[in-house]
């Protein structure tokens, strides 16, 4: 005769044990959201770095207002040297 725990026992196994792989299975589809996130992250990165390319080309290096669409120029100053 096999040894068996309780009924309620394997009823509470199972259950933390369906808990478990629910989780796990969530953390999946998280990592594949983010995998995509970073993915498209990198684009939209990439798009703004040739928009910042063509407008200083136009414009000259130039720090722009996100809200109203103003640019002021930016101006280096020259290294001292002592």
């Known amino acids: 005769m096999a040894n068996k725990i309780k009924e309620e026992q394997l009823k509470q196994l199972q259950e933390q044990n369906?808990?478990?792989?629910?989780?796990k299975h969530d953390l999946g589809a998280l990592e594949l959201h983010k995998h995509a996130l970073l993915h498209k992250a990198a684009e939209v990165g990439a798009e703004q770095?040739?928009?910042?390319?063509?407008?200083?080309?136009?414009?000259g290096k130039i720090s722009v207002n996100i809200q109203d669409g103003t640019f002021e120029p930016?101006?280096?100053?020259?290294?001292v040297v002592e």
């Open 18 to 23: 369906g808990a478990l792989n629910a989780i």
């Open 74 to 79: 930016i101006t280096e100053e020259a290294e």
């Open 49 to 59: 770095e040739k928009l910042k390319q063509e407008l200083e080309a136009e414009y």
